[in-house]
């Protein structure tokens, strides 16, 4: 298959998952399984699982950088494997919290409180951009077109970071408000 319909022809499908994905988190997070007649218990254990799990993908994407900075290709390669890997975790983790627990309400007040607002607000906006981002970017490196996916690479890496960073900064200024 020619480089650039690769591309063609994940572009669908791009498209597709940067709608349907934001999309079903949204619609998701307002569906409790108790409200549905589902005898579940809430998920207290999982807000700090994928706090760290975002950390974890942050470590991923500088330690990625890094190495393809310094010619290791492969392990970049796989190093962003696992960072998508651990991405997709996250949200399966984050909606099966969501639609288990009822949400906390952050207990701060003060210029504290505009602060986490501020972080939270950046942080969905951005992690609703990096999906279109990533998939790019993951796309053009299959495809082999290196010029392009640098390019885009370039964008991708600090929002995704961003995103990843303030996931832990959201939980650890939420935590303490948590009351199961």
Known sequence: MEKSSLEKKYSKW??????????????????KLKDLGFDVSPLPFLPPIYATINAITAILLVVAVWAIKNGKVQLHQNLMKTAIGCSLLFLVMYIAYHMTTPSTKFGGDGTIKYVYFFILLTHILLSIAIIPLVLITYVRALA??????????????????????????????????YQY
């Open 14 to 31: 791009i498209i597709l998952l940067s709608i349907v994905i934001p999309v079903a988190v949204a619609v998701l997070f307002l569906v």
């Open 144 to 177: 082999e077109r290196f010029d392009r996916h640098r390019k885009i690479a370039r964008i991708t890496f600090p929002l995704w970071l961003y995103v990843a960073i303030t996931g832990v900064v959201v939980y650890l200024m939420i935590s303490p408000y």
